[in-house]
């Protein structure tokens, strides 16, 4: 079936430092990625979708500066974190969708940890 | 808008009984309904949907789910329960128009706990 695989899958780094995050579509093209933040026992946040070609469209209360996206091809969409800070540590979560009534297909995730 | 509530934080059940895990929705039209579970650090692992047809679905590991359009309920199910179905549940909506785009909305997840 359809495989979307997120790397890194766990990422340490000091206060100050940008962190980027890669998910792929391996077996399939995604023009749309989604991009969730997940806090610990909480349910998932959606950030942004990612679009091939073209700006992300962000979600009310994300900041586009601190969380930057790219969908560079049809394949891969990447999210940096810039400057991070303690704050922002949490786990990421990227998605890709199915055809209209299929399931979304989801990364394993990214634990992002700053010092 | 559409919306998606899972009353419960937490389900216990005794490994070999049954188990429910409730979701209600709120949405324009249609639904297109998704259950999902997560195991730690990981992401999130399709069960089963309800597009149309059967009310009744049945999905992967021996999961099945109860689509109710008077009760707008769609509630997740499994006859006998496994110590490795521990885990958060996931319960989503879309509306079942393809003007209202891909996005998902998700409930805030219930967590299973199988005691041996």
């Known amino acids: 079936g359809a495989v979307v695989s997120q790397h890194p899958s766990w990422v340490i780094c000091k206060s100050g430092t940008s962190v980027k995050i890669e998910c792929r579509s391996l077996?399939?093209?995604?023009?749309?990625m989604f991009w969730y933040r997940q806090f610990p026992k909480q349910s998932l946040m959606l950030m942004a979708t990612?679009?091939?070609?073209?700006?992300?469209?962000?979600e009310q209360g994300v900041e586009k500066d601190k969380f930057l996206i790219n969908h560079a091809s049809l394949t891969l969409s990447t999210l940096t974190v810039t400057s991070a800070h303690p704050e922002d540590s949490s786990f990421y979560i990227c998605?890709?969708?199915?055809?209209?009534?299929?399931?979304?297909?989801f990364g394993d995730g990214t634990r992002l940890s700053i010092l | 808008a559409q919306s998606v509530a899972q009353p419960e934080d937490q389900v216990n059940v005794a490994e070999g009984n049954p188990l429910t895990v409730k979701c209600t929705y709120s949405?324009?039209?249609?639904?297109?309904l998704f259950w999902y579970v997560q195991y730690p650090n990981r992401g999130l692992q399709f069960l089963l949907k309800?597009?149309?047809?059967?009310?009744l679905v049945k999905g992967s590991y021996g999961f099945e789910a109860e689509f109710n359009k008077s009760q707008t309920s769609f509630h997740l199910k499994k006859p006998s329960a496994l110590v490795s179905d521990s885990a958060l549940y996931f319960c989503?909506?879309?509306?079942?128009?393809?003007?209202?785009?891909?996005?998902?909305?998700f409930g805030t997840g219930t967590r299973l706990a199988v005691r041996p």
């Open positions: 998605s890709a969708p199915g055809q209209w009534d299929q399931p979304q297909h």
């Open positions: 077996d399939f093209q995604a023009t749309t």
């Open positions: 990612s679009n091939e070609g073209s700006k992300a469209t962000y």
């Open positions: 949405v324009s039209g249609n639904p297109y």
């Open positions: 309800y597009i149309t047809g059967d009310n």
């Open positions: 989503a909506v879309k509306a079942g128009k393809k003007s209202s785009g891909d996005k998902l909305t």
